[in-house]
């Protein structure tokens, strides 16, 4: 894996908190999952905002950007719902991006970490594994990763891992809509950006925040 992923998020998610705030983010976390055009639409216009208006993702979104939208946990099915390139393109129709390229493609199935036990839950080398990469030929100069939502954020590190490995010089970042705060008890607000990392440490991976 690599030691270090860049990454940026808009919302937080609370998956036991009971406050009022806490319950919001998980009617957004549903909504996101749906794909509704019109929300993925709305999110999407936020991080707009938040990106040319108030410049908080620094780096993330431009004309160099090419957006990968991260597979699910199984082979795309004709027809498929798939959540990150809804947001992708949702995201690229508003300028900041010049394009979505669906590079990383899942090549077997995976165990869905929101229904696995946390020791049951899919290896940054499982999905590394179950990765592949779609080449071209004028590698994009800066990648920008794009998830619905983010946990401890393996699957994001073993796709930056392979898209290191066919593209060594590109510049590889990560976006995902929503973060998952599973270690606090409760969110004060859904709308939280940031800029973090997702690091490779003890043969895992470990974000931050």
Known sequence: MIDLLPFASTYVYSPRGESAESVRSRILRTRVKAGDVDWIERYATRVHEL???HGVYPGYFGKQTVLVPVPGSSPLVPGGLWVPERLAQALESLGLAVAVWPAVRRTDTVPK???????????????HETFEVEHTLAPPTRIVLVDDIVTKGRTLLAAATRLRESFPQAD???????????LVAEIEQILDPCVGEIRWQDDDAHRAP
């Open 51 to 53: 990106a040319v208006d």
């Open 113 to 127: 970490s929101a229904f696995a036990a946390p020791g049951e839950r899919p290896t940054a080398e499982r999905h």
């Open 172 to 182: 590889i970042r990560a976006f995902a809509l929503v973060r998952t705060m599973g």
